[in-house]
Nanobody, 130 residues
Framework: QVHLVESGGGLVQAGGSLRLSCAAS????????MGWFRQAPGEERAFVAA????????YYADSVKGRFVISRDNAQNTVYLQMNSLVPEDTAVYFC???????????????????????WGQGTQVTVSS
């Protein structure tokens, strides 16, 4: 069992930035991937970004590409989501998740699916005011 703990959410004005962190309770194996999803009120959980732990290969939803950056700290077993140029539509609860399946051929389509993630954090609220 692994615990994922998100932090860094809060209230920010449109155009501002936030950096989310997600700390894992144990070592993140090189075969794993970490993802960020978000869920706005009344909507389904949506993919934001993912990163392969060993290679650092990044994947992004079109809605955040060019504004958000996912990164990792291997030593700290932590994944980050730097969010820039925030807009009110980014308001949501943000969740980090861990995929342990080590699918070598996996790409954006695979990592965009919430069902391929094995563990989830509790989420952190991000609110962007206009």
């Amino acid at each position: 069992q692994v615990h994922l703990v998100e932090s860094g959410g809060g209230l920010v004005q449109a155009g501002g930035s936030l950096r989310l962190s997600c700390a894992a309770s144990g070592r993140i194996d090189g075969r794993y991937a970490m993802g960020w999803f978000r869920q706005a009120p009344g909507e389904e959980r949506a993919f934001v970004a993912a990163i392969r732990w060993s290679s650092g290969r990044e994947y992004y939803a079109d809605s955040v590409k060019g504004r958000f950056v996912i990164s990792r700290d291997n030593a700290q077993n932590t994944v980050y989501l730097q969010m820039n140029s925030l807009v009110p539509e980014d308001t949501a609860v943000y969740f980090c998740a861990q995929n342990r399946r080590g699918i070598l051929s996996a790409g954006l389509t695979y990592y965009s699916a919430s069902q391929v993630y094995d563990y989830w954090g509790q989420g952190t609220q991000v609110t962007v005011s206009s």
